[in-house]
């Protein structure tokens, strides 16, 4: 992985998929928690399963683990137990210190703006004036 710094020199994590949270109003919040403690709990993996490849492929390639010991299986097991590979990896994923917001319902609204300073319709300034205006309207909404 490249490590990328943001402007602020954070050091950020994106993740594709979705987040796990609970909302104020959720009616059984020790459901809900004991859920989301399950997703993200150690996981005894069954790599000799033929089926499997493509879903643990999906898996490493797709998103890093938050529970450090799936991640350092799926790395032995992705990199064949390259201990040199997966050492690096592990240390890029200690200095993540922010996590990068993505938002795909977000991400269509600007698309139009991109797309309009790819083409050279708009100004970099204008667009990033325009995705700020845009965003905050639909956070705020």
């Given at each position: 992985?490249?490590?990328?710094?943001?402007?602020?020199?954070?050091?950020?994590?994106?993740?594709i998929?979705?987040?796990?949270?609970?909302?104020?109003?959720?009616?059984?919040?020790?459901?809900?928690?004991?859920f989301?403690?399950?997703?993200?709990?150690?996981?005894?993996?069954?790599?000799?399963?033929?089926?499997?490849?493509?879903?643990?492929?999906?898996?490493?390639?797709?998103?890093?683990?938050?529970?450090?010991?799936n991640?350092?299986?799926?790395?032995?097991?992705?990199?064949?137990?390259?201990?040199?590979?997966?050492?690096?990896?592990?240390?890029?994923?200690?200095?993540?210190?922010?996590?990068?917001?993505?938002?795909l319902?977000?991400?269509?609204?600007?698309?139009?703006?991109?797309?309009?300073?790819?083409?050279?319709k708009?100004?970099?300034?204008?667009c990033?004036?325009?995705?700020?205006?845009?965003?905050?309207?639909?956070?705020?909404?």
């Amino acid at each position: 992985p490249i490590l990328l710094k943001s402007t602020d020199g954070k050091i950020p994590f994106l993740r594709i998929g979705e987040d796990f949270s609970m909302s104020s109003g959720c009616k059984d919040k020790a459901l809900a928690w004991e859920f989301i403690k399950f997703c993200i709990g150690q996981k005894q993996f069954e790599f000799e399963d033929a089926n499997s490849d493509s879903y643990y492929r999906n898996f490493f390639t797709y998103g890093s683990m938050l529970n450090k010991e799936n991640t350092r299986q799926l790395v032995a097991y992705q990199l064949e137990n390259d201990d040199d590979t997966a050492e690096k990896w592990e240390a890029y994923n200690e200095k993540v210190s922010a996590k990068a917001f993505r938002d795909l319902q977000l991400d269509s609204i600007l698309t139009e703006i991109r797309n309009e300073c790819m083409e050279q319709k708009i100004t970099p300034e204008e667009c990033a004036k325009l995705f700020q205006q845009r965003a905050e309207l639909y956070v705020n909404e």
